[in-house]
Every structure is written in C-alpha cells, then in structure tokens.
C-alpha cells in the first residue's frame, strides 16, 4: 500500500555546492564573490571591507574606483556546502535524505545545475579517489535494499541517457542510435529501444559509468575546452514486490548531469555549435519553465517543450522528491555566471 503523503516534504531542495578555488583563480587572486554567512545563508558579492582576500597570506587592496556598488545579496537554502566540502558530505547533508521516500514508492530526482567548471560533474560523478554521489547513492541503496530483503522482492535496472542537440542517445548501448519517447497512460514517459542494465555490485556500477562516459559527447567550445553541452541522465528503476503478495510497484530515481547553464552568448557559437546552444537553451530552458509554473502553482506545466523534461515529466513536482545542486565558482572570474546560478536556485528553492 503506498502512503497518501510520503514522509518528507515534497517541497524541492535546493543546495549549493561552492567549488575549491583552481590553479588559475589562486594564480589571479581575484576577490571572493560568496560569504557564507551560515551552512543556509550566503551573501553574494559582500562588500569587500567585509572579507579582506589574502592572497600568500598578504591582505590584497585591489579596490576598482569605476566598479559598481556590491550588489551585497542574502540567499538562504536548504544547505551551502563550502569549497571544503568533499562529495560524501554533500551527499550525506542532501540526498540521503530522500532516499527513504523512494522506497517508500515515490519517484526522485537530483539535478546538478550550473555553468561549465563549476564543479557538476565532479559531483555526480567525481573519481576514484572521491566518488560521486551517483555512486554513494547507489551504494546506500544497496544496503538499504539488503535489510529490506526479508520483506520485499526488488528487481533494479539502470539506464544512462545523454540528451544531446535534442535527440536522446542511449550511452549503455551507443550504436542504438537517436532514441524516440513515447507516452503511456499506464507506465508514463518510455524510451523506445533503451536498455535496461542489471547492475551485479558496484564494480560492475563503475565500470558501467565510465563505460557511459567515455560515449558522451564533447565538443571543446572556444570558452572552455571541457565544455559539456549535454545532459547526463542516470536512471535506477526499482521493481518492489511485498513478498506473498501481487501488488507490484515500480518507482524511479533520477540523477541529472545538466548540460553549463551559461548563456549561449557567451560562447562565441557560430553554426552548428550555435544550434547546439539553442537546442541546450531549449531543454534548460523548458526545465527553467517547468520550475516556475510549478513555483507559481500554475496548473498547466509545459512537460512537452524539450526531450529532457518529456523524459522527466514523472519525476518533477507533484508527488516525486526533488534535489537541486546548484554548483558555482567562488571568484569575480565566474560573477555573472554564480549570480545566475544563486538566481535559478532561489527560485526553484520556492517549489
Ligand atoms: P562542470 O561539470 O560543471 O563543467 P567539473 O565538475 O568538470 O565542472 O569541474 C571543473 C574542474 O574543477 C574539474 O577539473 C574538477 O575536477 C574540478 N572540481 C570541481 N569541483 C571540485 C571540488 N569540489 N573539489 C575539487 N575539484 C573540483
Ligand atoms: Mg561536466
């Protein structure tokens, strides 16, 4: 029997993740634009008297006389992770929390969110040293499922998607081709031809992510060599069966490498790197859509503008739990992008 309510809040989460300082930014010695105030509060863009910036220790006076007024702006979420954070922190103050829900027979989801090098995929992914929270997740679950086994049967799939110039490529199964969605009144949002893995342990779970990674696509842009201008979307379908029992129940976990959200002018695109950048405004934009009819109690929620909420559209807002990670660089280098980003956050922090 599913619980009419699942036992946490619907209400999105939102968090933000600040990136270590990089080789470049320590070189530069620009001024920091974040101040946390708290783990919940930052301000963005404080006053500079506020924070002096050392710089190899020495106290830096690099006031621009012709530099606008600090915007001095207050954000308050669900959690900020410092630059010291490390992934299992963010993934214990974050989606750990949802996962009992999950099991409770509610879709989830996690989006990182944010421009190129602002640390998404580091999270989602991260590396052999630091795992990802895709990996951390997943092993929770692992464990959390064993203690449940007497109770419940459960059959678990993944799948690893890339939305990439609108099209959906299947990154488990490459030569599969542009994959079509299909509706369903019964099983909702199917990808045609996708295919379903059963994961044997989490070796087997590492090799399949970077067996995935190694086929998304990558085009070095002239703003960032590492420039990603897809979505990653990892999948865990959960089949639950009450042991003696017919009932089934199927839910699914959502984690979502977002394609950089900085703005396509950025870039300097020409030809088919401009239509790419239109298309990836087209998917981040409808997910920007789809966040403030649902901030807005709009009824009607335009799923259906981008492949990417199409496939998502079972696993945003009503019933399902989502998480937001917004990434964001910590210097002046990166002021218009963190500001966007803080911006996007705080509104899909009011769903
Ligand atoms: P994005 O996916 O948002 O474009 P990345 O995750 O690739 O950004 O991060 C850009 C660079 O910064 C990478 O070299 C990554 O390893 C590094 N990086 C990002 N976040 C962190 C972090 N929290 N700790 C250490 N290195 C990080
Ligand atoms: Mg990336």
Known sequence: RIPDVPSQSTKMKVYIRIRPLN????EMGNRSIVKLVDDRMLVFDPKEDDQPFFFHGVKQRMRDITKKQNKEMQFVFDRVFDARSENENVYAGSICEILPSLLEGYNCSVFVYGATGAGKTHTMLGNDTSPGIIYLTMRSLYSEIEQLKEEK??????????????NVHDLLNPSSGSLHLREDSVNGVIVAGMKLVQIVDASHLFEL???GNSNRTQHPTDANAESSRSHAVFQVFIKMQVRDSEQVQIVKLSMIDLAGSERGAATNCKGMRFKEGSNINKSLLALGNCINNLADGVKHIPYRDSKLTRLLKDSLGGNCQTVMIACVGPTVLSYEDTYNTLKYAARARTI
């Open 153 to 166: 049967h459960f059959d678990i799939g993944i799948s690893y998607l890339e939305v990439y110039n609108e």
């Open 23 to 26: 080789s470049r930014e320590l």
């Open 209 to 211: 992510l970077r067996q």
